[in-house]
Nanobody, 117 residues
Framework: QVRLVESGGGLVEPGGSLSLSCAAS????????MGWYRQVPGKEREFVAM???????NYAESVVGRFTISRETGKKAVSLQMNSLKAEDSAVYFC???????????WGQGTLVTVAS
């Protein structure tokens, strides 16, 4: 059973930066991906960025050039560096762990990011 621990988030002014981290424990899968989705009240959860166990990354168009996802080699841990933050980036950010084959997925509790002056 995989468990996720998220850290980071908080309040930042527009144009500022924040970093989110997520570490997975448990599981012995070799082919998986980890990343982030976000959700604001009244809207569906939306994809932000993902990175596979082999290092392939993918981003939502809205964050390209501003967010960078990275993984810690040898560990099931990812970070999301968020730069040039905008008010519309405010949301609860959820870490997720998903197998590349099959439907197994795990979600973190979520961490709040607020971009406001």
């Amino acid at each position: 059973q995989v468990r996720l621990v998220e850290s980071g988030g908080g309040l930042v002014e527009p144009g500022g930066s924040l970093s989110l981290s997520c570490a997975a424990s448990g599981g012995s899968h070799s082919h998986y991906q980890m990343g982030w989705y976000r959700q604001v009240p009244g809207k569906e959860r939306e994809f932000v960025a993902m990175i596979t166990s082999t290092g392939l990354s993918n981003y939502a168009e809205s964050v390209v050039g501003r967010f960078t996802i990275s993984r810690e080699t040898g560990k099931k841990a990812v970070s999301l560096q968020m730069n040039s933050l905008k008010a519309e980036d405010s949301a609860v950010y959820f870490c997720t762990y998903q197998l590349l084959v099959g439907s197994y997925e795990v979600w973190g509790q979520g961490t709040l990011v607020t971009v406001a002056s």
